[in-house]
């Protein structure tokens, strides 16, 4: 009887072991897919790179419309998007990046561009 207890508790550490390691990968893929989606990670000059590629259905040429999330004022809990510019898309990098160059506006790093 003992054995079988030690075999169950194994089995359910075992179990728990590889939920927890899908679990990270799964963590990864939301935080990609939800919170930097879109995200402006560099800019130099006009140049930017964004987190999103080809995973999210971008295509050279797309022009993007850029927001930046700003408080509607000091004492509010409220935040509001601001549009602040438009990106084209010029070259993919791979699943989850591209380049693209600023066409107006004024777009900083931390913006986000949606499709």
């Not at 003992?2 to 179990?15: C, P």
């Not at 799964?26 to 935080?31: I, S």
């Amino acid at each position: 009887m003992k054995n079988v207890n030690s075999l169950r508790l194994f089995l359910l550490a075992i179990t728990v072991a590889t939920l927890m390691v899908g679990g990270c990968a799964g963590l990864e893929q939301a935080h990609h897919g939800y919170f930097m989606k879109g995200s402006i990670l560099e800019k130099t000059g006009d140049d930017v790179y964004l987190c999103i590629g080809t995973k999210d259905g971008t295509k050279v040429g797309q022009e993007l419309d850029v927001y930046r999330s700003k408080r509607s004022n000091t004492k509010s809990r409220d935040w509001e998007r601001v549009f602040t510019g438009k990106v084209k898309i010029t070259e993919i990098v791979d699943e989850h990046f591209a380049k693209g160059k600023v066409i107006s506006g004024t777009v900083k790093e931390n913006d986000i561009a949606e499709l």
